[in-house]
């Protein structure tokens, strides 16, 4: 098992990496025998796991109620997170509960905006079960339920206790799944680690089939970064360094929201999205042909899409992506790559220029 301590102003806390971690009772840090816990988690998941791991919970001392939620992106809302207080409340839940988020992202961002709330704040575990959300959304602490008008705009920033990354789950998770989880990290590679870009280049066909070496160093390599994007901006302040991990996303958020939450994984989405970036960014005279070349030879042998969904005008995007958390006074601000491991946050871009790089893909 390998350990990645996140160090931050008002806390730390471990990630855990490794295979069958639940064997041992340390891998639930940091409860203890006698504690009470919540588990939260989806039919897909439930089915396949939940019995085992309630079983360990119960064999350790930890008196565990799980609750079981239907699976899918449309269900990263405000009607499911109040069934969430509902089962804490009946079943007498204190403020010295902790929330047990077993799943991929939208269980995790669930599960941690309910801990963020349920009687202002409660503490949370996160068990990440994709790959997407073992290399991203299980660290960092931010948490939130998506509206229809716009994709997790209802959250908090509420830090995990402790992040236990069994990589034994990918195992179960559909190559779909998996691709998308690829979107993000081949993100991190660009906008902070030429090196990791180049490794994904040489190796992406073995994550694509779970070598587990190159799984575990992908996945430490990214929640190291995580980790220290985080410890130096962990709220995304205006210009922070936190903001930089959003490339793609205002594109994607867009085309995920005007979809319908759940047809376009999350990772799909950002995958366009982070194509549309690269070519907004070479209409400004800031990425190279090569380097384009190179991400959208990437993206595609990862079986992610170069482009965005043949039914969304170009015109749709602006629409959503004022709303995105980014703007300031209006003014839409977007996430550029200037080359490979290197991004920077753009306040100033047109709406042409939006609007030409989502056209750009489509030829
Ligand atoms: P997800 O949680 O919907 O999981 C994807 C699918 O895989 C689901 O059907 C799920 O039931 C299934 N699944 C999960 N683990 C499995 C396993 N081990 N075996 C078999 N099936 C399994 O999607 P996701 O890609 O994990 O997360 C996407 C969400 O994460 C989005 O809502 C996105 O906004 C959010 N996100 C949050 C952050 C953050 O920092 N908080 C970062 C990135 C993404
Ligand atoms: N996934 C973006 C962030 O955690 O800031």
Redesign the pocket.
Known sequence: MEKIQVTLRECNYPIFIGTDLFSKHTSFWPLTSGDSAMLIT?N??AD?YLDVLVNKLTQFGIKVDHLVLP???QY?SLVILEQVFSALLSKNHGRDTTIIAF???????LS?FAAASYQRGVRFIQV???L??QV??SV?G???V?HLLG??MIGAFHQPASVVINVD??N???PR?IS??LA?IIKYGIIFDATLFKWLENSIESLLALEPHTLMYCIRRCCELKAKVIAADEREKKGGQRTLLNLGHTYGHAIETHMGYGNW???EAVAAGIMMAVYAARRLGQFSHIDTERVKSLLLRAHLPIKGPETMPSTAYLTHMIRDKKVISGQLRLVLPVSLGHAVTYAEVENDIVIQSIEDCRI
Request: aromatic share 2%; no cysteine.
């Open positions: 989806n897909r998941l396949l699976d899918g992106e990263k799943g991929g992202g939208v269980i995790g961002d941690g990440p079960t994709t997407l959300a991203d959304a960092g931010k948490t939130a998506n994709k997790n789950y990918l179960t998770l559909p799944e998308s989880g993000e994984l999350h990772g």
